[in-house]
């Protein structure tokens, strides 16, 4: 059980220190710049309150609790999510159908369904369903990291390096998203949280859970990273 939550609360704990990353910056950023202001006078420094105080009130403006990026999120590029969920469900798991018949690995337990039988195509419909589930995970990861907005794809703005952090950091909540749904269907199957050790069926499910999983992350990054920097550039490129 302590296994299960540690992997639950990982991709918690990996979000939260990005976002603590990222304060600790900005707060020296703030510190230097007051740094600066220590000779003047008592008029400035009470105009530079005022300011800070201004600043502070537009940054809470500009940064949006977690549930209002949900449910009210800004989106400058209305085709953005629409060609990110074309990624994330057609592209990235037909990459990686692709690779496993092509070195004849085993097939992953989503799709393995004997309802669609083996027919030619039969591979299209779990396909996408597990592309579905993907694609949900990326946009709700998007949403949160506030990845549709202008600065996560335009680099004029703050430059690649904001673009690059927005997508680890929607990575990084789809990935937990997708552990934590692998976490739950794991808890359906056997009744029970389980843990490496419980028995050998137990071990065997887990090792094809992980692999799984692992595919997945690697094959959305591969699908998903490039087109989004492809944009950037062309972005940055159509301003010169």
Request: hydrophobic share 45%.
């Amino acid at each position: 059980m302590k296994v299960a939550l540690y992997v639950i609360l990982l991709p918690i704990l990996v979000w939260t220190g990005c976002q603590a990353f990222q304060a600790s910056h900005s707060s020296k950023w703030s510190t230097s710049s007051k740094a600066v202001v220590l000779g003047t006078s008592n008029d400035d420094n009470n105009c530079d309150k005022k300011e800070d105080d201004n600043n502070k009130v537009d940054s809470q403006m500009l940064s949006p609790s977690l549930f209002s990026r949900i449910l009210s999120p800004k989106i400058d590029d209305r085709g953005l999510p629409l060609s990110d969920a074309f990624a994330a469900q057609i592209i990235g798991p037909s990459l990686q159908v692709f690779w496993l018949v092509s070195v004849s690995a085993p097939r992953p337990g989503w799709l393995n369904f004997k309802v669609f039988g083996e027919f030619r195509g039969a591979l299209l419909a779990p396909t996408l369903i597990h592309g579905a589930a993907l694609s949900c995970c990326w946009l709700l990861g998007a949403l949160v990291a506030r990845a549709f907005e202008e600065e996560a794809i335009d680099p004029t703005i703050n430059g690649y390096s904001t673009v690059v952090w927005r997508i680890f950091q929607a990575g990084c909540f789809a990935s937990g998203c997708l552990i934590f749904s692998t976490q739950l269907d794991l808890l359906f199957e056997f009744g029970r949280w389980v843990q490496p050790g419980d028995s050998p069926e137990i071990d065997t499910r887990l090792l094809s859970a992980w692999t799984e999983v692992l595919n997945d992350i690697f094959f959305e990054v591969i699908a998903i990273v490039p087109l989004r920097l492809y944009l950037a550039y062309s972005i940055a490129r159509d301003k010169q």
